[in-house]
């Protein structure tokens, strides 16, 4: 199918926000936190990319959240897009979702690997057995956490949800947690070994947090990841 740009803005210096829609479906299907896969000839060769839906089902608009890899092969051409212009794409697929029944979860992302938690938190929360939820959020500064307005105004709805972003690169104004997801890991989990963990985001990011929770004591299957890289 083809999917067209229907708007776009730019959230954070990079990385920009699409909406596009799917004229061809009434409703395009999915779960939150599966991904689409875009394919485009450049330079004579086909490439394909997966990209993860940031948005919950809505007739046949999806929306997307894109970093630009100035030496990449593919989001340099994503980058250039414009609203009426319009691109290859599979069926929504994946994974990489909230698993039913949901437990009570952690979700740790650095990034876009935000990308997946922005559709999969309000679909958690919004279930009516919904646990208890932290989202840590790893960016290097303030006016890169994407998304915040939306997880704040979740964090306020919802008593059973805490978001807590983290900065790397933190300005000194800055009063909130900082360093990396990692630090903060034990106390987002306390002593439960019975929680269910998400990440998403680069691989060195995700391997690493996988092995300090191996070394916590946490089983492969309660441990849930996508590596964007
Ligand atoms: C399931 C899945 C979902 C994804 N969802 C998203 C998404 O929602 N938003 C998004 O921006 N990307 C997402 N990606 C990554 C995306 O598919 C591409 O890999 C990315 O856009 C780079 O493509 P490129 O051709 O421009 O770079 P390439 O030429 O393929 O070079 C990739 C290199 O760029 C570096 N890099 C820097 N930032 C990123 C990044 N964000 N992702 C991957 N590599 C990066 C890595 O070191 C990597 O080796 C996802 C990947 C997977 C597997």
């Not at 939150?32 to 490439?47: A, D, M, W, Y």
């Not at 990209?51 to 994503?78: A, M, W």
Request: charged share 25%.
């Amino acid at each position: 199918m083809r999917a067209n740009v229907v708007e776009l803005r730019d959230i954070a210096p990079e990385v920009r926000h699409f909406v596009f829609e799917v004229p061809e479906v009434e409703q395009l299907h999915f779960k939150p936190g599966q991904f689409v896969s875009f394919t485009e000839t450049l330079k004579g060769r086909k490439i394909t990319r997966p990209y993860s839906i940031v948005s919950l089902p809505d007739g046949n608009r999806f929306e997307l959240c894109l970093n630009l890899v100035h030496q990449g092969v593919f989001t340099p051409h994503l980058f250039q897009m414009k609203p009426g212009d319009s691109i290859d794409m599979s069926a929504p697929l994946g994974f990489f979702v909230v698993r039913n029944p949901a437990k009570e979860a952690v979700f740790i992302a650095t990034g876009t690997g935000i990308a997946p938690f922005r559709a999969m938190t309000p679909d958690y929360l919004s279930h009516p057995a919904a646990n208890q939820l932290t989202l840590l959020f790893g960016v290097r500064h303030e006016h890169t956490i994407y998304y915040r307005d939306d997880f704040q105004a979740l964090a306020s709805s919802y008593p059973n949800f805490r978001f807590w972003p983290t900065l790397s690169r933190a300005e000194s104004s800055w009063t909130g947690r900082i360093g990396h997801v990692q630090a903060h890991l034990v106390e987002a989990i306390g002593d439960r070994r019975d929680l269910d963990i998400y990440i998403c985001g680069l691989k060195t990011m995700v391997d690493d947090v996988r092995a300090i929770l191996k070394g916590l004591g946490f089983d492969r299957k309660q441990i849930i990841f996508e590596k964007y890289d």
